[in-house]
């Protein structure tokens, strides 16, 4: 292992490896091929010299068409990515999605089932306004028989894809267009990074921030700067949003017996109260403070930067939030 | 134009198998014995039984909420059939899909959608399996008039073509969707009209003319097995019934019910037969036989125990969630 790698790199290499080892693992997507350059944010950049336009495929701007094919390659045995431009695109397929990847196991009695990568981007923070910047993974995480996935760094969106490919269910993995130059440490050839484990970012002793995608990064720089006022802050990164690993996110709180839930997403109705009430459920008496929700405002995500830096959780309000924890008083 | 006499025969019998099902579980309903939501498919048996029987058993299908015929055509066995759609536990899915989700790989019933137009992208996608791995599978899809009109059909038609999929678009025009006419509906005068659109081949087919309907079939797998490409076939053919069973159908004009009657696949097939040189003795033996089959699975599914609750966690992904 020598030097960095980045997110947009490691997403490639990823593929790549897992294609070079099973040839039922197929791409489609607009742009995605040689011809339009390796797709819009090049993550298939050089994958059709090696493995064809039968197995990089060009899509025509057809979601539905797209996802459905991904779907009916799946039944048939092979693990077909599908590239979703951006995650609000995929509200024109919800149908592929949430009718038939997320339900054919189970409507079938288990005779079929739907081995099938949706990766998607999306972020706030670009100026790209209200179509194309939303973070949809409730939307996702409620619907049994899928997963949705997010990495924060480009060692686990490298381990996480290659585990989402080998997955014999649907899997919604979601890229942050911010995090794509993103470099770790490079984690080398076959890495895996199992589904439905999170990841302790931070080790802390008096509040636990639970997030995921790239949030995670500002949960990181705030537990710095608490450490120097003398809170110990833990950070707990989900990676795997659906199924919700509550046995690291319990064990955390249990610990510090606080917590801070954070996402880019909209805080009403988002996945932040859903781990908001299982906290409850699991610790009500040991909990020091209410639980903390953190996301973006009730409102379409705007396209000034002014705007936009008001719409999401901003450090600030990490910390405050996080302080409101350290300071209730019963 | 003149089929295969022994090929004529195994349409009859696929078209009797159908039609004796369908009339069984009328006569469950009627009778109380179980309620259910149910599609009734009469009036188009032999739409499904002449394109099936143009088939490998290995070639794929994606069917709608009705398209009982199209997966007893198929060939999807009686008993699990019968089980499914009762709700047992012996059923083709454990209980879990029911009439509008039959599921059967070993026959090669891949998906049965309940969400209108749905199968066609589907379709292309285990086309494309079969393509990538040139196992010289073809995949079908069947829908309904009115799914001509939801995007996925346009967006499926245009996919396929443009990859040269080797999958068959099959059209069952039975001139309504619910209980809006086709004319109210849709702004062409034939659907297959929309092919054209898609640089596809279109056939219009009288979907209860035996003959016609299998060679139509034959001929666009064959095209589709030698890597040409896509058909779409509009299979003209009627909903001899209301929408669903029980279901009000005074909405159909007078004119319509007497070409409908007319038009009946059932006595016109068993015409066809006897032109063939088949006997009436020899159709009946058959029927008796299949009399006996739709007896036995319906006396299976009641037979047959309720899945248990348990089965909510399973199947839902890989691993069974914890109880
Ligand atoms: C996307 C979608 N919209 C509406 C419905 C409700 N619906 C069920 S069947 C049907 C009519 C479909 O007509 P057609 O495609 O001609 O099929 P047929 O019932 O005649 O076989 C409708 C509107 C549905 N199932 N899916
Ligand atoms: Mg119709």
């Known amino acids: ?330 | 134009m003149k089929i295969d006499r022994d090929k004529l025969l195994d349409i009859y019998t696929r078209t009797m198998r159908i039609a004796k099902t369908d009339e069984k579980f009328r006569s469950l309903l009627m009778s109380g014995k179980f309620a259910s939501m149910y599609y009734t498919v009469r009036g188009q048996e032999l739409v499904s039984a002449a394109a099936m029987a143009a088939l490998e058993p290995t070639d794929y299908l994606v069917t709608t909420y009705r398209g009982q015929h199209d997966q007893i055509a198929k060939g999807v066995p009686l008993k699990p059939l019968f089980a499914e759609i009762i709700g047992k536990a012996t059923g083709t899915c454990k209980g879990k899909g029911g009439a509008m989700h039959i599921t059967h790989p070993d026959s090669g019933v891949m998906v049965t959608t309940g969400v209108v137009g749905s199968g066609l992208p589907i379709a292309n996608g285990l086309a494309m399996a079969a393509q990538n791995r040139k196992d010289g599978r073809i995949a079908v899809t069947c829908f309904g008039d009115g799914a001509s009109n939801i995007g996925a059909f346009h967006e499926a038609l245009n996919m396929a073509e443009l990859y040269k999929l080797p999958v068959i678009f099959i059209c069952q025009n039975n001139r309504y969707g619910e209980h809006t006419a086709f004319a109210d509906h849709t702004c062409v005068d034939s659907i297959v009209t929309r092919a054209a659109a898609y640089g596809m081949k279109g056939v219009k087919v009288d979907g209860n003319d035996a003959e016609a309907m299998y060679t139509v079939v034959k001929e666009a797998a064959d095209r589709a097995r030698a890597g040409e490409g896509p058909t779409l076939i509009e299979a003209m053919c009627y909903r001899m019934m209301g929408h669903f069973f029980g279901a009000d159908f005074s909405y159909m004009p007078k004119e319509h019910l007497e070409e409908m009657a007319r038009e009946d696949p059932l006595p016109r097939l068993r015409k066809l037969m006897l032109d063939y040189q088949y006997s009436e003795a020899e159709l009946d033996a058959i029927l008796a036989d299949i009399d006996a089959e739709v007896e036995a699975a319906a006396q299976f599914a009641f037979d047959s125990p309720f899945p248990d609750a348990s089965e909510l966690r399973i199947d839902v992904y890989e691993e069974e969630i914890a109880a």
């Open chain 1, 1 to 330: 292992m020598s030097g960095k790698i980045t997110m947009a790199a490691a997403l490639n290499r990823a593929i790549d490896e897992a294609m070079a080892e099973d040839e039922g693992v197929i791409l489609l997507g607009e742009d995605v091929a040689a011809k339009q350059g390796g797709g819009v944010f090049k993550i298939s950049a050089g994958l059709t010299e090696k493995y064809g336009e039968h197995r990089i495929r060009a899509t025509p701007i057809s979601e539905q068409a797209i996802l459905g094919a991904c779907v009916g390659a799946a039944l048939a045995g092979m693990r077909p990515i599908a590239e979703i431009m951006l995650m609000n695109f995929l509200t024109v397929a919800m149908d592929q999605i949430v009718n038939h990847a997320a339900k054919l196991r189970f409507m079938s009695g288990g005779q079929t089932n739907v081995p099938l990568v949706i990766r998607t981007t999306t972020g706030v923070g670009v100026g790209f306004g209200g179509q194309h910047s939303d973070m949809l993974e409730a939307w996702f995480a409620h619907v049994a028989g899928l997963k949705v996935v997010t990495p924060s760094n480009a060692a686990d969106a490298q381990g996480l894809m290659r585990a989402a490919i080998a997955c014999n269910d649907p899997v919604i993995f979601i890229e942050n267009i911010l995090c794509y130059g993103l470099q770790s440490e490079d984690p080398g050839a076959n890495h895996i990074v199992p589904l439905g484990k999170a990841a302790v970012a931070k080790e802390g002793t008096d509040c636990s921030i639970i997030t995921y995608g790239r949030t995670v990064l500002d949960a990181l720089e705030v537990a710095g700067q608490l450490a120097e006022e003398g809170i110990s802050v833990e950070v707990i990164d989900l990676r795997t949003i659906a199924p919700y690993d509550e046995e690291t996110v319990t064990a955390s709180v249990r610990k510090t017996g606080r917590a801070v839930v954070l996402h880019e997403a909209v805080k009403a109705y988002g996945t932040g109260a859903e781990i908001a009430a299982r906290l409850n459920e699991k610790l009500f008496g040991e909990l020091k403070a209410p639980v903390q929700r953190l996301g973006g405002a009730f409102s379409a995500v705007p396209m000034a930067s002014a705007l936009e830096q008001s719409w999401i959780p901003t450090k600030d309000g990490i910390k405050q939030a996080v302080h409101a924890t350290m300071n209730w008083k019963k």
